[in-house]
């Protein structure tokens, strides 16, 4: 009898610890019929087949994110290969691996991997607040992700993983808990980053913020990986970055593989272990300009399916979303509803944090590129969304609610451009907006706008990334509400939209910075409501968010075809709290690069080497 309760007690806890690791719980927490049986899983837990701890390694360092006052996720990775899983485990407890240096299939165990993590408030881990126990498996690619909980707000922690009842460790992580909304907060300071795109470059952006140690916190608007085959796109073999799997990515496979490659970049695995991440994804992490039925390279047909393999639309879509859910350290807020990322955060009384889906979740159909025509002549069309009528809800609501509870400032992760941008006088065509941005979806814009107008809801920051250039705009109801460009009277708040990490410039991959900033004077000048713009720089910018004033400081990097830790300060912008538009004169009048709207232009290449600025 005594026996038997120890076993009882044992198939307890070996449970709980299946379910403490997040990627096991979808969908199968509230549907075991759909997702993984983790009591199959289990039954593989057999000390024969067991890994030794000197069978597995960390591969991909640790990660952190979706920071609450309470807990924060932390994520790491332990396997037996450096190779993703082909989820196509056998029940004999074996699965067929790929050896790399005999270049043979082997016979490897399935048996799951347990793992303890520990959390404290020092680097020595010697004052621990939090621990626990995980298991993981080739079922989820090996990936762990636990919600660490009994933390303090506003607190730095440390946290590390280990192979259970070893010695063989993770890297020491780092990572920070949010204020309590009630909280009262002096400042709190963001990254902000988009369009990754490993072949193009190495990812020196994220680099320079952990070793100026300048932020709280990063956000990243979408676009972290590239479903591009290398040689349509991209420099990868003359950098000796090629994003493998070498093609096109469809199948599940695919994008656990592209996840793990663009995972190697050593500034972006800095990154993960020294600050919590707050991303979305935007269209590439499924593919170019994804909608709700489809994209720019498949159509929901038959026909699409077959050239590309035989994997549809939907299916396609569940692949790169259960590879981005085990792969980021993010919580997943409908276990339910796998396609749902968007999501909020309060950061004290200073700000919320709304983050959308603009893309994948229930987007009418877009600009594919052989129905712009189509799309220009529906865009002012009063049923199309960028986010389907449930999301949409919960976007004004959460306005609302952070105007009601006062947060100092509203602040929006859009993956795409919210202002009107008319780009006829440099592009000369007749279709002169970017159909993929809001400019397609004018009627979403305009519930947006209604709802912050009726509702007298200020000090609104929108964020947004996809377009690879730099754009600063004061936030304004063209057509609707007066305004003034000088004075930035009649504006309801400012856009930040940044340029990419690493993706080419929209003006061509090899622009020169004369021709760029020509651009960007034509841009500027055709559009009111743009203040600044830059076609020339790859970077990213910071946000600097007191009770007082938002700043903004856009950072451009010189060049991302070497690993380096060179930076240029661009421009910096200061929103005043009440104001609802950019201070004048605007960037104080100077710049480095683009063009500045009643302002000057002076290169004067001055470049910061972030390295030893913490
Ligand atoms: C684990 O890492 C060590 C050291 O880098 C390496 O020699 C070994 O091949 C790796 N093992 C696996 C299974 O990846
Ligand atoms: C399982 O994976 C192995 C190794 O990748 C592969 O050779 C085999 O064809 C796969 N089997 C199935 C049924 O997909
Ligand atoms: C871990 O390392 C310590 C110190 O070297 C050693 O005493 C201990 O036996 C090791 N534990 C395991 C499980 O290998
Ligand atoms: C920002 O907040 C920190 C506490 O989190 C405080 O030490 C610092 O003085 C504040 N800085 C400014 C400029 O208010
Ligand atoms: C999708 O359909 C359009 C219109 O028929 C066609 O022009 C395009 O080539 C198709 N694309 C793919 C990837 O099937
Ligand atoms: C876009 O700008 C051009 C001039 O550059 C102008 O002729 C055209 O009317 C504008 N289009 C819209 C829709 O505002
Ligand atoms: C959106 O607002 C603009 C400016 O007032 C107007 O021209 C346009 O017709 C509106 N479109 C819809 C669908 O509400
Ligand atoms: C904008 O405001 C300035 C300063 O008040 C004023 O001189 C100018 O006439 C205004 N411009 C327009 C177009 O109303
Ligand atoms: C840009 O320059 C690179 C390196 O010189 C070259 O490989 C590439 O083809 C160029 N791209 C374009 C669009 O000219
Ligand atoms: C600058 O841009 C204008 C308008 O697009 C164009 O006509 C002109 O040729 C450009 N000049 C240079 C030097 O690129
Ligand atoms: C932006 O501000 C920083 C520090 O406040 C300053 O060092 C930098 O020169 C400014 N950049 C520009 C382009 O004015
Ligand atoms: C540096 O500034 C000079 C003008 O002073 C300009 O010609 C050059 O293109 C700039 N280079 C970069 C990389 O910004």
């Known amino acids: 009898m005594l026996h038997l309760l120890s076993i009882l007690s044992f198939v307890a806890a070996a449970s709980a610890s299946f379910s403490s690791n997040l990627n096991y719980r979808s969908p199968s927490h509230n549907h075991p019929g759909l997702g993984l049986a983790i009591h199959k899983i289990q039954k593989r837990n057999d000390p024969a087949t067991a890994f030794t701890p000197d069978q597995l390694n960390f591969t991909h360092g640790v990660a952190s994110g979706d920071p609450y006052p309470r807990s924060v996720i932390l994520w790491t990775r332990i396997a037996p290969t450096s190779d993703n899983d082909r989820s196509n485990v056998t029940v004999s407890g074996y699965v067929p691996l790929y050896n790399h240096d005999t270049e043979q299939y082997v016979k490897a165990s399935t048996a799951p991997v347990c793992v303890e993590y520990s959390v404290a408030t020092d680097e020595a881990l010697s004052n621990v607040v939090d621990s626990g126990t995980a298991y993981t498996s080739s079922d989820i690619d090996y990936t762990v992700k636990v919600e660490a909980v009994h933390l303090r707000p ?132 499924i593919a170019d300009n994804t909608y709700r039925d489809g994209s720019a390279e498949l159509n929901n047909t038959e026909d699409s399916f077959v050239r590309d393999g035989g994997v549809s639309v939907d299916q396609r879509k569940m692949n790169a979303v259960r590879a981005y859910f085990e792969w980021m350290p993010i919580r997943q807020v409908d276990m339910d509803d796998n396609l749902r990322i968007w999501r909020s955060f309060s950061i004290g009384s200073l700000f919320d944090l709304i983050m959308l889906d603009t893309r994948g979740y229930d987007r009418s159909i877009t600009d594919l590129y052989w129905n712009t025509d189509y799309i220009h002549a529906i865009s002012n069309d009063a049923g199309r969304t960028l986010m389907g009528g449930r999301q949409e809800n919960w976007f004004y ?83 609707d509400k007066p305004y003034n460009a000088s004075t930035g009277e009649g504006s309801i708040g400012v856009e930040f939209a940044g340029t990419a990490v690493s993706s080419p410039s929209p003006a061509g991959q090899n622009i020169t910075i004369a021709r760029a900033n020509n651009g960007s004077a034509t841009i500027v000048r055709a559009n009111d409501e743009l203040q600044w713009q830059d076609l020339y720089y790859r970077g990213y910018y910071e946000l600097h968010i007191s009770q007082e004033a938002v700043e903004a400081q856009y950072f451009g990097i010189p060049t991302t075809r070497t690993r380096n830790s060179l930076e240029i300060s661009l421009a910096n ?42």
């Not at 907006?433 to 007298?456: I, K, M, S, V």
């Not at 104001?579 to 000057?600: D, I, M, Q, T, W």
């Open 573 to 614: 912008f200061t929103v005043r709290s009440g104001e609802n538009r950019l201070a004048r004169p605007v960037a104080g009048g100077v710049v480095e690069s683009g063009f500045l709207k009643g302002g000057r232009v002076v290169q004067t290449n001055v470049t910061y080497d972030t390295e030893g600025m913490a």
């Open 397 to 479: 609501n959460e306005l609302s609610r952070s105007a009601e509870r006062g947060a100092a400032w509203r602040i929006i992760g859009s993956q795409i451009i919210f202002s009107r941008m008319n780009l006829s006088a440099a592009l000369g065509n007749e279709n002169p907006f970017n159909y993929d941005q809001w400019d397609g979806y004018l009627a979403n814009r305009n519930r947006t706008f209604a709802h912050l107008y009726e509702n007298n809801i200020g000090n609104n920051i929108m964020l947004a990334g996809d377009s690879h250039a730099s754009w600063v705009s004061d936030l304004v109801w063209l057509g």
């Open 154 to 285: 506003y607190t730095a922690y440390y946290y590390q993983f280990r192979v259970c009842k070893s010695n063989n460790t993770s890297p020491l992580g780092r990572t920070k808990t949010t204020p309590r909304p009630s909280d009262h907060v002096t400042n709190v300071s963001l990254a902000v980053y988009s369009c990754s795109n490993y072949p193009f470059g190495f990812f020196n952006a994220y680099g320079n913020t952990v070793r100026k140690d300048s932020v709280d916190y990063v956000v990243h608007l979408g676009d972290y990986i590239y479903e591009y085959a290398e040689g349509y796109y991209g420099w990868g073999y003359s950098l000796g970055r090629v994003s493998l799997p070498n093609k096109e990515i469809y199948s599940l496979y695919d994008y656990r593989k592209r996840h793990a490659t663009y995972r190697t970049d050593l500034d972006l695995v800095a990154s993960h272990q020294n600050f919590a991440w707050i991303p979305v994804w935007d269209d590439h992490e």
